[in-house]
Every structure is written in C-alpha cells, then in structure tokens.
C-alpha cells in the first residue's frame, strides 16, 4: 500500500536545464488537483509539458500549468540555480492559490537576491502573509532540526543541515505522512558532499535520525551522486561519486545496525548520539596539496569506522529503496548511456559487494514513484 506519490519533473545535476531537479509529491490517497508540494524547482513547466507529450494520461487531460496551479508550497533544499530556476520563471505566469516557498532562512535569503532589487526578475515573492499580490510567500522552517512543519494536507517536514561544499548548506527533508504510529516517511537530501571531506561534517546526523525508522516507517531514500566513478577528489565541489556515496551508505547501515542492537542511553553513554563534531579545516603547512584543508579525519568519522570495524553490516539496509538524483552529465561524449543509468550502476555494483541489502534505482525523469 503506497503512502506518497512523487513524480519526477527533472533529476539531473546540470549542466542542461531541461532536466534539472524538479519533483511534484502529494500524499497517495489524495488527488493532484487537492494540492501539490513541489520539493525543488530546477526544471518545471517546460519538463512537466515535454513529459505530457510522451505521457498524455499522466494526470487525464490536465495540462502542465493547470498542475503547477495546484501546487501549494515548495521545498527548496539550497537556492542554487539549478534548484530554483523554474520557479523563478513561473512567478508571473501561474495561477491558483498563493504558494510558500519552505526552507531554511539562509536558503529563502539567498532566494531573495534573485526577486528583491527587481534586476533579475520582477519581486513577485514576499514575506508577509497577507501580500496576496505577490505569487510567493518566504515561510522558512524552523531551525530546530527536531520540529515536524505542516506543509500540506497529512504531510509534514522536518529539517536537517547538509555540507555542500566549504561554508555552504544544503538540507535533507525527513517528509512525513501523517503521525503516531502509522506515520511514513520519506528521506529526501539535497546537494551534499562527503562527510569524510567535509569540514563540518551533517550527515552523520541525518544518518542517525533515520536509523530508527529503517525500514518500518522510511523506506525510501533520495540522494545524490553527481559524478561517475573515479572522479577526482579535489574536483567533487560538494557532491558524491559512488566510491563516496557507499561509505555514506555504509555510515547509514552502521547506525542502523547500532540502533536495533542497543537501547539509546547505552549509545548516548559512548558518544555516538551527540551532535556531529564541529571540525575546523586543518593548517597544515606542510602540505602544498588542495585537498589540504579538507583533508581531515573528523572524530565522527573515527568512531565510524571503528563502529564499521566492530558491525556486521549484512543486509542492514534490506527494504530500503535508494533513489540516486542528481547525476551530472557527461560533457566529454565518454559514456554511451545517460549518467544516471552508468552512476547507479556503479553504485548497485558497490552496495551488492558490501552486503548492504539495500535496492538501489535510478530516478529516472518522468517517473512517477508510489512510496
Ligand atoms: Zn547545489
Ligand atoms: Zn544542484
């Protein structure tokens, strides 16, 4: 029995603007025209239309800008261009209700530098509620990292930060489908490079929210992995490449088999549910490389890989789906696939030989996904 529908507008990582990150979720049992959440806003009405024409029954006779009217509230995970720009182009021309736009301050902020001086694009977004000629509302959701926001009809969010490159956040969504005991969930994280790399290492704390609910309540993971295998280390620019993507996995499955072996006082007494290290970049001046700032072990990562050491770590992740998003694509005519079919490819191939259990997918663009 399915929870949530998501269709998948765009879900590459650039550099073309045809298929960038773009998805509309609603809650199964409800319909489209009942209100959407659009979670990102990289590609929108020119996808979703492209998608009608190889689709026409996706949604009956409904055209691509009837269905972003209904849409209620984004979900913006970072303001980059490529999580964004479809809203942007749209503020002028979609009808329907007022929509919020949901995310962290910081990220509603850098949003507003598009609309706010009007040079860019006309200010058709505003933060106050009662603004109704403006098509945006900026609603930022708490920074608490615990609260449940009600976003539309059963469906809820709850925040956490992500490291996307040195000095910037990105965020993953924990949506949640109604609430006590028959709740379910979704885990969708935005842009996010390695926590091994990262000077301030988040994901670990994402990893940590989620293991309890693996598999029951969350079954379905969306993440990212921009580059192929073997991509250059000091080239990752705040993404994952499979060789990354499978320690994180790995992170996620140690937390998990930690969570079902231990009550959580016993796990608060070694240290591993606190909040992640706040590591500074290393001055190292013996080290010329560009890697030196970020080449650092965080005392997170120690005690994840000696958690790693000490667990089995087999089949820990059975039950969950992974969706990979974001694939980059190849600018040099290298692969004779898409990216997102060669990267989860890759990835399958990485999670199979670790045991981990978990199924892992494309998101392919024009899919839609009953979770
Ligand atoms: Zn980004
Ligand atoms: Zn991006």
Redo the contacts with the bound molecule.
């Keep these: 029995m399915s929870t949530f529908d998501l269709l998948v507008v765009g879900s590459g990582g650039g550099p073309s603007e045809i298929n960038l990150s773009g998805y509309l979720l609603k809650a199964h049992e409800s319909s489209w025209t009942d209100g959407i959440v659009g979670i990102e806003a990289g590609s929108g009405l020119g996808a979703l239309s492209r998608i009608l024409q190889d689709k026409p029954d996706l949604f009956g006779s409904t055209t691509a800008v009837q269905i972003y009217s209904y849409l209620r509230s984004y979900l913006i995970t970072?303001a980059?261009l490529d999580?964004v720009m479809s809203l942007v182009l749209m503020a002028g021309s979609v009808e329907g209700p007022r929509k919020s736009i949901r995310g962290t301050r910081q990220c509603l902020e850098d949003l507003q530098t598009v609309f706010k001086p009007s040079r860019i694009w006309p200010n058709l977004a505003s933060w106050n509620p009662n603004d109704s000629d403006h098509l945006y509302l900026y609603d930022p959701l708490p920074d608490d990292l615990v609260t449940y926001t009600p976003l539309h009809g059963a469906l809820s969010v709850r925040t956490l930060p992500l490291s996307?490159g040195p000095d910037y956040k990105?965020a993953a969504f924990f949506i949640r489908h109604g609430s006590g005991s028959h709740a379910r969930e979704l885990l969708f994280m935005g842009?996010v490079g390695p926590d091994a790399l990262s000077a301030d290492p988040c994901t670990a704390a994402v990893w940590r929210a989620a293991a309890p609910k693996i598999p029951h309540t969350l079954d379905a993971l969306f993440i990212e992995c921009s580059w192929p295998l073997g991509h250059a280390e000091d080239k990752l620019y705040g993404h994952l490449s499979p060789e990354h993507l499978v320690v994180e996995l790995e992170n996620l499955a140690t937390a998990v088999v930690e969570c079902r072996s231990g009550p959580p006082d016993a796990r608060a007494a070694s240290g591993s549910s606190g909040p992640s290290a706040n590591v500074k970049p290393i001055e190292n001046a013996s080290s010329s490389s560009r890697k030196r700032a970020f080449s650092i072990v965080s005392p997170e990562r120690k005690r994840q890989r000696r958690a790693q050491d000490t667990v089995d770590l087999h089949n820990a992740l059975a039950g969950l789906q992974v969706f990979i998003i974001h694939c980059k694509e190849d600018m040099e005519g290298k692969y004779d696939r898409p990216m997102c079919e060669v990267i989860t490819e890759q990835l399958r191939r990485l999670v199979d030989e670790k045991g981990l259990g978990a199924t892992i997918l494309a998101a392919q663009q024009g899919s839609l996904i009953h979770i």
Aim: net charge negative.
């Design positions: 970072h980059h999580h996307h990105s842009d």
